[in-house]
């Protein structure tokens, strides 16, 4: 008998902002003189990136995409209560936070002891005010059991999948985001302060081949048409998967109460080099998503890195884990629901396996 809830959901950091600013990736990519003018024009955009456009640059249609969030997070928050976990352990990539030149690990567990986090240092270095309105110093304690996600560490590697570790957090640098965010979204009432589950984070190399060359984040069409040094590449999809069923099978090996969690949104608009960073890929996020609705994992199993990497979808590769733990232990999706935006950067995916 294994206990297991599987939960997939965003972590994008413009929803910790409010709505005036929710659409600055959008606007940060159209002050970028090497895209053309006419791709640029909201007169050549699709029906949904006019609409949410809207004549406030996004401003008035932020309150819905948010309360499309909200309502999926809050989904997820009922799920986890009525499960009662011991503890998550939530894939997450890492953008140039914590690994940077020193070392890229493929897959890293953060075995750290509690830690403070800075529920909006990100925010602060991008000069954004909170959608709270508290203060822009606002700490909240993350519980990281540190023994645990040792024994985790251990029964992956004994399940064939060479995974690091790491016992401390690059200290200059904020708790990396996809992790603080996803205890603040679940706990959006209390900016994260009052979750009552530790959490292990799962470090994957997402972003591959542009990790360092793009240092996680954001590329000029001038620096990237101009002889971009890439990287090498990131786990493959099927590797990713792979690790999933290692994650799986240790805790069906152990007796805690778990949630897997996959921690992103899908295609990012910034990362989508063909749709010169204005659109996330739609059609390629939609028929994955079919496809998991459908439990056809073939499709999914069937996508190589760069086609990933092609489609701005590298978050998704926390979901790949997911899917391999899902398939592993036999888990069914119960609930999902598919968010797509063309203003507001990715589009969102939340998922309940059970
Ligand atoms: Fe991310």
């Known amino acids: 008998m294994t206990n297991v809830l599987g939960l997939g959901l965003t972590h994008f950091p413009l929803l910790a902002t409010d709505d005036a600013h929710m659409a600055n990736a959008i606007r940060m990519t159209l002050r970028d003189p090497d895209i053309p003018a006419d791709h640029k024009d909201p007169a050549n955009w699709s029906p949904l990136a006019r609409e949410e456009w ?72 991008l000069n954004l005010p909170n959608a709270w309105d508290v203060s822009p110093d606002e700490t909240f304690t993350m519980s990281c059991d540190q023994e645990l996600a040792k024994e985790i560490t251990a029964g992956v590697l004994a399940n064939g999948v ?41 470090a994957v190399n997402c972003y591959g081949e542009h990790v360092i060359a793009r240092r996680g984040g954001f590329a000029r069409f001038a620096e990237i048409n101009t002889g971009e040094v890439l990287d090498p590449p ?12 290692a994650v799986a099978k240790t805790v069906r090996e152990r007796g805690e109460r778990v949630a897997l969690v996959a921690s992103s949104s899908w295609s990012h608009a910034f990362l989508n080099d063909k749709a010169w960073h204005l659109w996330p890929d739609t059609a390629s996020d939609r028929r994955f998503y079919e496809a998991m609705v459908a439990g056809d994992h073939d499709v999914w199993l069937s996508a190589t890195g760069k086609e990933i990497i092609r489609d701005g979808q590298h978050e998704m590769l926390n979901w790949f884990c997911l899917l391999g733990a899902v398939s592993e232990l036999g888990l069914r999706l119960e609930w999902s629901d598919f968010v797509e935006t063309e203003v507001f950067n990715s589009n969102k995916a939340f998922a309940v396996f059970k």
């Open 54 to 125: 809207g004549d406030d640059d996004g401003v008035s249609a932020a309150a819905g995409h948010r309360s499309r969030l909200l309502d999926g997070l809050g989904r997820c928050r009922k799920e986890l209560d009525e499960f009662r976990p011991d503890v998550l352990l939530v894939w997450g990539d890492d953008q140039y936070e914590n690994f940077r030149e020193e070392v890229i690990p493929s897959f890293c567990v953060l075995a750290y002891q509690d830690s403070v986090v800075e529920a909006f240092k990100v925010l602060n270095m």
């Open 162 to 202: 060479d995974v690091a570790y790491s016992y401390e957090k690059r200290k200059e640098m904020p708790f990396p985001h996809a992790f603080a965010n996803t205890q603040v979204f679940l706990d959006w009432d209390n900016v994260g302060k009052r979750f009552p589950y530790p959490i292990v984070p799962l």
């Open 234 to 245: 990131g786990p493959s999809p099927q590797r990713c998967y792979e690790f999933g069923r």
